[in-house]
C-alpha cells in the first residue's frame, strides 16, 4: 500500500474542463490555454541570441498545435547557433517572418481532438528544403479533425535528398513519431 490519501477540500470533481500545464481540457480535446498566448502574442521581438531561445522554448511548448513547427522556426534557431563559426546575431526579414507567423500560429492554433480508436486515421506530410513534417487527421462526421503534428529539421545530408526522397522521410518521421 502506497498509503495515499486524497484532499477533498483541495480536490475538484465533475469540471467540464480543465486547465493543465497550460493547456485547457474538455469534451472537444486539447486546446492552448489563452492565458498563456497572450505572452507569445505580446512577446517583443528579441535583440539578442538568449532571447531568441527564450522565446523558442515558450513556442516550443505548444509545437504539438502548429503544422511543420521545425520548418517555421529554422531561421530563429540559426540565429541562436553557438557555434564559433556561425555570423554575430542579426535580427533578419527571414527571422522576422519566423518570428510573426510563429505568433500568428500559435494564436489561431486549432483544437486538437481526442483519439478514437474505431474510427480510421489519415497521415499527411509534407517536407521542404529545412524540414519534414507530420501530420495526424481522423475524420468526424465528414469534417477532418488534426489529432496531432510532428516535424524535424533536416540535417546536412538529409538537405542534398530529393524531394522524392524527402517526402519518403517525412513519411518514416511522421510514423515513427505516432508510433
Known amino acids: 500500500m502506497a498509503n495515499l490519501t486524497i484532499n477533498f477540500e483541495k480536490s475538484v470533481s465533475f469540471r467540464n474542463q480543465l486547465k493543465y500545464l497550460g493547456y485547457v481540457i474538455d469534451s472537444n480535446g486539447l486546446h492552448v490555454d489563452p492565458a498563456k498566448i497572450d505572452c507569445i502574442l505580446n512577446y517583443p521581438t528579441p535583440k539578442n541570441k538568449k532571447e531568441v531561445k527564450r522565446f523558442l522554448g515558450i513556442a516550443s511548448w505548444y509545437r504539438k498545435f502548429v503544422p511543420s513547427f521545425k520548418t517555421i522556426a529554422g531561421p530563429l534557431n540559426k540565429l541562436t547557433s553557438t557555434n564559433k563559426k556561425s555570423n554575430p546575431f542579426v535580427w533578419c526579414d527571414k527571422a522576422e517572418e519566423s518570428f510573426t507567423k510563429l505568433k500568428e500560429l500559435l494564436v489561431s492554433a486549432p483544437i486538437l481532438c481526442c483519439l478514437n480508436f474505431d474510427l480510421p486515421f489519415e497521415v499527411h506530410t509534407d517536407a521542404s528544403d529545412y524540414g519534414v513534417a507530420g501530420l495526424l487527421t481522423q475524420t468526424i462526421d465528414g469534417v477532418d479533425h488534426p489529432i496531432a503534428y ?3 529539421t533536416l540535417s546536412g545530408p538529409e538537405r542534398n535528398y530529393n524531394m522524392t526522397e524527402r517526402e519518403a522521410l517525412a513519411v518514416l518521421v511522421a510514423l ?4
Open 176 to 179: 515513427e513519431h505516432w508510433r
Open 150 to 152: 510532428t516535424s524535424r
